[in-house]
């Protein structure tokens, strides 16, 4: 039986280690798959997605909040989920007028936040 820490919830290294990958790539997707040349500008699906009229702005929420639900699994703590959805629901909110929050959605990278703040509470930090 794979050992646990008590910090982690019930789920073992390997398959932490997974979810992490898993989780990165998707947040790298959706915020900075795409490098303008030449410049230090990177553009995600998120903001491409977000284009197409309601469906596509739903489409970028249920893909974050995927990621908040696999921090959950991996026993982050209530008050960071809380953050990581404070960060969803500005990139939401923001990002569901017209233009002004397409231009927002370049910008502000969600994602890769919350991102930040699972890996930063499972090193310990």
């Not at 893909?63 to 629901?89: D, H, Q, T, W």
């Not at 994602?111 to 890996?119: A, F, G, V």
Request: glycine share 8%; net charge neutral.
């Amino acid at each position: 039986m794979p050992e646990s820490s008590p910090k982690y919830s019930d789920v073992d290294s390997h398959t932490q280690a997974a979810t992490i990958k898993r989780l990165r790539q998707l947040s790298y997707l959706l915020d900075t798959v795409i490098k303008i040349p030449g410049t230090p500008i990177a553009v995600g699906l998120d903001p491409i997605i977000g284009i197409i009229p309601i469906g596509g702005d739903a489409l970028g929420l249920i893909l974050s909040c995927y990621i908040v639900f696999e921090a959950s699994r991996l026993g982050v703590p209530k008050k960071i989920l809380g953050r990581m959805i404070f960060n969803i629901m500005i990139d939401s909110l923001v990002g569901s007028f017209p233009v002004i929050g397409d231009f927002f959605d370049f910008a502000w990278t969600a994602n890769q936040y919350n991102i930040k703040l699972i890996e930063k509470y499972l090193n310990g930090h």
